[in-house]
T-cell receptor, first 116, second 114 residues
Framework: AQSVTQLGSHVSVSEGALVLLRCNYSSSVPPYLFWYVQYPNQGLQLLLKYTSAATLVKGINGFEAEFKKSETSFHLTKPSAHMSDAAEYFCAVTSPGTGGYNKLIFGAGTRLAVHP | KAGVTQTPRYLIKTRGQQVTLSCSPISGHRSVSWYQQTPGQGLQFLFEYFSETQRNKGNFPGRFSGRQFSNSRSEMNVSTLELGDSALYLC?????????????FGPGTRLTVT
């Protein structure tokens, strides 16, 4: 079975500081990995995805993530936090083994707070 | 292009009642997936429909059901509501079910069961 673990349910950074949100996955088959962001009272928006091409993936709003198979990790980073980055972030995994590519298995989420 | 729309946005029901939620996917998208989001269990996959057929199903009781129409619009139904069914129900659409397609999420329907 596949699973995702997000370390840290809450992360707080200063505006302009590095953002690092951690995600570790478990999968017996090559995974496809995603990061989504959810703003209050909204649905999920895709930030970036890894689908077995380049291991360093760049997404929207200056976010990027690196797939590290040896560490089973897919951490999300942004060099400089902005107040507008405050939201909840979800890491998700899927693969054909889950019964279809559209069956996403989500982590518990990390709430990012950005303070001045 | 218009995004994924879900109706209604908010709903209050009583235990034992049933409810139907609606999702209209992005034009041209044939796959619709449903997720339940709760503070305790997080985001959990309910089911996926593609071309009017259920392709995948999560681990939810049979009280949760869905369907998809020929125009790709989807509905999900929850019968005999329980307090624990209170959640944000999200639907997501994608172009097809083959390959790791990008899924576009709607704003969700907030269901409160009293």
């Amino acid at each position: 079975a596949q699973s995702v673990t997000q370390l840290g349910s809450h992360v707080s950074v200063s505006e302009g500081a590095l953002v690092l949100l951690r995600c570790n996955y478990s999968s017996s088959v090559p995974p496809y990995l995603f990061w989504y962001v959810q703003y209050p009272n909204q649905g999920l928006q895709l930030l970036l995805k890894y689908t077995s091409a380049a291991t360093l993936v760049k997404g929207i709003n200056g976010f990027e993530a690196e797939f590290k198979k040896s560490e089973t990790s897919f951490h999300l980073t942004k060099p400089s936090a902005h107040m507008s980055d405050a939201a909840e972030y979800f890491c998700a995994v899927t693969s054909p083994g889950t019964g279809g590519y559209n069956k996403l298995i989500f982590g518990a989420g990390t709430r990012l707070a950005v303070h001045p | 292009k218009a995004g994924v729309t879900q109706t209604p946005r908010y709903l209050i029901k009583t235990r034992g009642q049933q409810v139907t939620l609606s999702c209209s996917p992005i034009s041209g998208h044939r796959s619709v997936s449903w997720y339940q989001q709760t503070p305790g269990q997080g985001l959990q996959f309910l089911f996926e429909y593609f071309s009017e057929t259920q392709r995948n199903k999560g681990n939810f009781p049979g009280r949760f059901s869905g369907r998809q129409f020929s125009n790709s619009r989807s509905e999900m139904n929850v019968s005999t509501l329980e307090l624990g069914d209170s959640a944000l129900y999200l639907c997501a659409s994608s172009y097809s079910s083959g390959g790791p397609n990008e899924q576009y999420f709607g704003p969700g329907t907030r269901l409160t069961v009293t």
